[in-house]
């Protein structure tokens, strides 16, 4: 009977390794900042009225102007959706009873920008419109963004350097990679982006609807912070004590 080639990574089924043929079991960490690639605002437009139909069309109206002016900015908008509408009663107290004394609603707007030059006057000119509140803007990376891979081809580099140090201490090297995993890779996100708003503003009564020479405000990109962390096993060549 003749003896087969020893396979390090064959062994495998032992979960901590043989003398032969040990396993090193590591972390690989990566944190990289990255200029954001989008911004988002909110535009909240209010109406008031005495009665329903007058705050509903002051909304209507409001709402549409609001909408005209993002959508002049074009290809800088990469997304622009109504959220939440409301429209609700003010009741004031009146003997035993109650009555109505305004009509308020609201609408919710989101936009998305790519470019950050017109998101600066952009904000401004919302902020000059009548009962308009702008909040904003949150920067993010894409979901699709390159970044996310660049930093996870980092982690995975420095994974390996990391175990191969461990290993030269030991006088041995790496011979196989046995797993390579995201932490708790069944609902874990290792991939996190960090990051924040900058302005909120809330409008003045304006005497005009839109204000034309609003000054463009000056924004500065905060860029976003994303790590990655993953886990690596390996098996090593036989140490030399």
């Given at each position: 009977?003749?003896?087969e080639?020893r396979?390090?990574?064959a062994?495998?089924?032992?979960p901590?390794?043989?003398?032969?043929?040990?396993?090193?079991?590591?972390?690989?960490?990566a944190?990289?900042?990255?200029?954001?690639?989008?911004?988002h605002?909110g535009i909240?437009?209010?109406?008031?009225?005495?009665?329903r139909?007058t705050?509903?069309?002051?909304?209507t109206?409001?709402?549409a102007?609001?909408?005209?002016?993002?959508?002049t900015?074009?290809?800088?908008?990469?997304?622009?959706?109504?959220?939440?509408?409301s429209?609700s009663?003010?009741?004031?107290?009146?003997?035993?009873?109650?009555?109505i004394r305004?009509?308020?609603?609201?609408?919710?707007?989101t936009?998305?920008l790519?470019?950050?030059?017109?998101?600066?006057?952009?904000?401004t000119?919302?902020?000059?419109?009548e009962?308009?509140?702008?909040d904003?803007?949150w920067w993010?990376m894409?979901?699709?963004?390159?970044a996310?891979?660049e930093?996870?081809?980092?982690?995975?580099?420095?994974?390996?350097?990391?175990?191969?140090?461990?290993?030269?201490?030991?006088?041995a090297?790496?011979?196989?990679?046995?797993?390579?995993?995201?932490?708790?890779?069944?609902?874990?996100?290792?991939?996190?982006?960090?990051?924040?708003g900058?302005f909120a503003?809330r409008?003045?009564?304006?005497?005009?609807?839109?204000?034309?020479?609003a000054p463009?405000?000056?924004?500065?990109?905060?860029?976003?912070?994303?790590?990655?962390?993953v886990n690596a096993?390996?098996?090593m060549?036989?140490?030399?004590?």
């Open positions: 009977m003749t003896d080639p396979n390090p990574a062994n495998h089924s032992a901590y390794g043989t003398p032969q043929a040990p396993r090193l079991a590591v972390q690989g960490e944190s990289l900042e990255f200029d954001p690639e989008i911004a605002i909240t437009v209010s109406a008031r009225g005495t009665d139909r705050a509903l069309e002051d909304l109206r409001r709402n102007l609001a909408l005209d002016l993002v959508k900015y074009g290809d800088a908008v990469e997304k622009l959706e109504t959220g939440a509408f429209i009663p003010e009741l004031t107290r009146h003997g035993r009873s109650d009555r305004a009509y308020h609603g609201r609408v919710h707007i936009a998305v790519t470019d950050f030059t017109a998101l600066g006057e952009l904000t000119r919302l902020a000059d419109l009962l308009t509140q702008v904003g803007p993010s894409r979901p699709d963004s390159p996310y891979g930093v996870r081809r980092q982690a995975v580099r420095e994974a390996v350097k990391r175990a191969r140090e461990y290993a030269q201490a030991l006088g090297d790496l011979a196989a990679l046995v797993e390579l995993a995201d932490p708790g890779a069944e609902d874990a996100h290792p991939v996190r982006v960090g990051f924040a900058g503003g409008t003045r009564a304006a005497t005009a609807e839109m204000a034309e020479d463009a405000l000056d924004l500065e990109p905060q860029r976003q912070t994303i790590h990655a962390l096993r390996f098996i060549t036989p140490p030399q004590l």
